[in-house]
């Protein structure tokens, strides 16, 4: 497999065909033509595909997606509920409050 130079830094997968379906082997990313042979030769026989892959600023990194995961804040404020309740069983036990009320004899 070949690759012009203005296509690298590119990917490498590697997939076995069963039952046409692809089956994921391997993944590289490639930066000449000596890496490129290298992968083709070891997984010889396989389906390879490449894709290309864009330096960030002229480095050696590699994008990051675009989009970023927003932070759900609904765990932390269901543990302060959580613990709020907790405190207020804690209290209504210590000052007889809850044994009052449910009428229990301790």
């Known amino acids: 497999m070949?690759?012009?130079s203005e296509d690298l830094p590119a990917t490498l997968q590697a997939f076995d065909l069963m039952d046409n379906k692809e089956i994921f082997l391997a993944e590289q990313v490639v930066s000449n033509q000596a890496e490129i042979d290298i992968f083709?030769?070891?997984y010889a026989g396989k389906l390879i595909k490449a894709k290309t892959t864009l330096p960030v600023n002229g480095s050696a990194s590699y994008a990051k997606p675009a989009h970023r995961?927003?932070?759900?804040?609904?765990?932390v404020v269901m543990a302060i509920i959580v613990?709020?309740?907790i405190v207020l069983v804690i209290y209504g036990f210590s000052t007889g409050w809850i044994q009052e009320k449910l009428h229990m004899k301790v």
């Open 2 to 4: 070949d690759l012009r």
């Open 40 to 42: 083709t030769n070891r």
């Open 69 to 75: 995961s927003r932070y759900s804040s609904t765990g």
């Open 83 to 85: 613990v709020l309740v």
